[in-house]
């Protein structure tokens, strides 16, 4: 399939530790976050090394919580080539926050961030995809923060809206524009289907989310994938999780990591800031 040449897709990468999942209590409780098993970095190093083998620069969304924690591992991936945004610093959604916590918890987020090398944090990512129509307070104290491209709005029912747009954009804030990044989805059984990430990504073989990639960028639109460090990990730790979290944690790591190689090989990617068209209106 012939592919435009002035097209580059996007990949992302969520830094974040296998037991940051939004919303559960119990063994996986915030408090209980620094008696848990890390995997971050034996994890982060598969994505890195993948990286390096594709020749692909991406773009990291971090959580604070992993900077702070693991300052070294965000001064590898900066000294990669690669570029840093925030992804919170709790990994706390924003609607659950509200807009005093969602700037707090952001700003401390750029403050870890700051302290591992990444000053002037300009991209955002919200956990579970939590900037809705319930939480779009949150672009305006992000564009106040000084971030000027958000990816947190994904278009499907479950997390974010089927009403969000499938192609990257500009909203307006009463404190200015920041330009929105959502990623890739597909028709399918009558639904969006995250394609570009999670289950969706791992369930699909390499060739249908090249159709996909390529069916978008026909369309002028550049797919953005995104990958956890987690996934990739040859040993997950295994933990019990509600059913929709559980097969939206576990369902098809076996093989994930051949398949990215094979889809990140067949098409363009870049990191955000590559991105074609990102100063298009
Ligand atoms: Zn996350």
Do not use: K
């Not at 949150?138 to 958000?150: C, I, K, P, Y």
């Amino acid at each position: 399939m012939a592919m435009p040449v002035d097209t580059r897709n996007v990949f992302t990468v969520d830094l974040e530790e296998w037991f940051h999942v939004c919303g559960v209590g119990g063994e996986l409780a915030p408090a209980n976050w620094d008696r848990l098993p890390s995997r971050v970095e034996q994890t982060t190093a598969i994505v890195l090394d993948l990286l390096d083998a594709v020749q692909v620069r991406a773009t990291f969304f971090v959580v604070g919580w992993v900077s702070d924690r693991y300052p070294r591992l965000i001064e590898q991936v900066l000294a990669a080539g690669h570029e840093v945004g925030s992804h919170g610093h709790q990994h706390a959604r924003a609607y659950d926050l509200g807009p005093g916590l969602f700037r707090e918890d952001l700003r401390a987020s750029m403050r870890a961030l700051a302290a591992a090398g990444a000053a002037r944090v300009t991209m955002f990512r919200a956990p579970e995809w939590s900037i809705t129509e319930r939480s779009l307070w949150a672009l305006q104290s992000l564009v106040e923060e000084g971030v000027t491209v958000d990816a947190s709005m994904a278009p499907t029912r479950i997390v974010g809206a089927v009403t969000n747009p499938r192609h990257p954009h500009r909203r307006q804030t009463p404190a200015g524009t920041i330009t929105e990044v959502p990623p890739l989805v597909v028709d399918r059984f009558g639904q969006a289907m995250p394609i570009g990430w999670g289950w969706g990504l791992r369930m699909s073989s390499p060739r249908r989310v090249l159709r996909a990639i390529d069916a978008a960028n026909r369309a002028g639109v550049p797919a953005v994938l995104t990958v956890h460090p987690w996934e990739l990990d040859p040993d997950p730790p295994r933990v019990r999780l509600p059913a929709r979290l559980q097969f939206a944690h576990y369902f098809r790591l076996g093989g994930f990591r051949d398949r990215l190689n094979r889809i990140l090989r067949a098409a363009p990617f870049g990191c955000v800031g590559e991105m074609a068209g990102l100063s298009v209106p």
